[in-house]
């Protein structure tokens, strides 16, 4: 293994240790934002992902000699464990991501979001360290205008949620690790996803100029993907004192209700309209706000707030089009 993980890289004895990080699931939404990021800084990534999108995403950084691919599944125990091998770090992203993508195959879903990570514990050697994701839906309903913290109660509802919260805990029990509990993700990736709530609303704002909103005074929470790269470095660099907890990861302006993101978006393309329909439910009853003190007190601040990411999206959308069965 190859030293201090908090440290991208340290020379010793003349020659220049590299910090690596084993990314499962690094080809997608987030970690394909993730891995460039960690290159950049100095760190050697290596990324185990099955490509289930068929992604090109981390075609860009192929040619850094830091960087290393395997294509194979993180429920197998052969591959996982030669995967695991040289690590320091271990950022675990494969999972069947969402409640609907759960719902359509829970067999895959159990396997990969919790099962996979169990077995990750198990063939992991002490030292090496695990910053892992989780969704902050698992706080449900939130009590009127308190915010969540991370001494909250978790009551997943979808099982999507419960697979997460219950990979959150067995990491935490297993000691030398850090979790995040991620608000709603937004921003352009290179293995760009158009079910994030932000990232569908500006799409729909872009092509339709309008779109149909249930339960709209529900309140969610938002972070750019690249303050989510961010948080993962900030939790590398600080890992000592973060390590053991939980922490909420959001933009803290950014505790809004559906019908307020129409209204950002709105204010940069003002002939979007937003109606309100009695149909549809959000399968893990969302509607909370959310407190991202813990982590702010650790010296971690966003840096993409929720306007200028909505800049981005619309230049984003004039790029991708999904105008594969049009004619014009
Ligand atoms: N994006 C968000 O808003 C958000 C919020 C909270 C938590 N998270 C968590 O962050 C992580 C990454 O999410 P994402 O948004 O990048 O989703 P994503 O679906 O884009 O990425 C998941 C990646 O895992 C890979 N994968 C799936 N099954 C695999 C397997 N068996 N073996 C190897 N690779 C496999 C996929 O090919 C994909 O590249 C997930 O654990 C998710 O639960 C995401």
Excluded: W
């Amino acid at each position: 293994m190859g030293g201090d993980p908090g440290k991208a890289r340290r020379v010793t004895m003349g020659a220049i240790m590299v910090t690596n990080v084993l990314i499962t699931g690094g080809a997608g939404y987030i970690g394909s934002v993730l891995a460039p990021a960690l290159l950049r800084e100095g760190y050697a990534v290596h990324v185990l992902d099955n490509f289930r999108f068929d992604q090109t995403s981390l075609t860009d950084c192929c040619l850094d000699p830091n960087f290393r691919v395997t294509r194979g599944d993180c429920r197998e125990k052969h591959t996982l464990a030669l995967a695991l091998h040289n690590a320091d770090v271990i950022i675990p992203l494969a999972a069947i991501v969402g409640a609907p993508a759960c719902d359509r195959d829970p067999t895959a879903a159990v396997s990969t979001n919790l099962d996979a990570i169990k077995l990750l514990l198990s063939l992991r050697s002490n030292a090496q360290r695990v910053i892992l994701p989780n969704t902050n839906s698992g706080y449900g309903i939130g009590a009127k205008e308190a915010f969540c913290t991370e001494e909250s109660p978790l009551r997943p509802l979808s099982l999507y949620g419960r697979t997460k919260v219950d990979a959150e805990q067995a990491v935490l029990d297993a000691g030398n690790a850090v979790t995040f509990r991620l608000a709603t993700v937004f921003g352009l990736s290179p293995r760009m996803r158009l079910d994030l709530l932000v990232n569908d609303f500006v799409y729909r704002a872009v092509m339709d100029r309008a779109v149909v909103v249930f339960e709209g005074h529900a309140k969610r929470n938002f972070i750019h993907v690249r303050d989510v790269a961010r948080a993962f470095t900030h939790a590398m660099a600080n890992f000592e004192s973060m390590q053991g907890k939980p922490y909420n990861v959001g933009l803290s302006d950014a505790n809004l209700s559906k019908l307020e993101l129409c209204d950002a978006i709105c204010e940069q393309l003002p002939g979007f309209t937003a109606l309100e329909a009695p149909i549809g439910e959000d399968p893990d009853k969302r509607d909370y706000i959310v407190s991202n003190a813990r982590i702010e007190a650790t010296g971690f601040r966003p840096q993409v707030s929720l306007a200028d990411g909505i800049r981005e999206l619309i230049k984003g959308f004039t790029i991708l089009r999904n105008s594969r069965f049009g004619n014009v």
